[in-house]
């Protein structure tokens, strides 16, 4: 079935760095575009970041570009999300996702709590 596994979320201060890791399995990971998405206390669910699936062409909600990366390693069936620069209002738990036959797929979360 498919699984998404975040990892490498934490605890860092205003202005630090994070990469967060999704590791997929299940599906041909190679064939489907993938998502990061963010969930703050008191907030809707938010998308942060994605890439296609061949080309690999990105995009970005306004409030982390520049600051955050998306990229994909389709040899480890992984997808990251370089962040720079982590503000507070960024603190929030971040999901993996993506869609296949039009169903959505979501890992558990990984947390990510900046302070100031």
């Known amino acids: 079935q498919v699984q998404l596994v975040e990892s490498g979320g934490g605890l860092v201060q205003a202005g630090g760095s994070l990469r967060l890791s999704c590791l997929a399995s299940?599906?041909?990971?190679?064939?489907?575009?993938m998502r990061w998405y963010r969930q703050a206390p008191g907030k809707e669910r938010e998308l942060v970041a994605g890439?296609?699936?061949?080309?690999?062409?990105?995009n970005y909600a306004d409030s982390v570009k520049g600051r955050f990366t998306i990229s994909r390693d389709n040899a480890k069936n992984t997808v990251y999300l370089q962040m720079y620069s982590l503000q507070p209002e960024d603190t929030a738990v971040y999901y993996c996702?993506?869609?296949?036959?039009?169903?959505?797929?979501w890992g558990q979360g990984t947390q990510v709590t900046v302070s100031s």
């Open positions: 299940g599906f041909p990971f190679r064939s489907y575009a």
């Open positions: 890439i296609t699936s061949s080309s690999g062409i990105t």
């Open positions: 996702n993506t869609r296949i036959d039009r169903t959505a797929y």
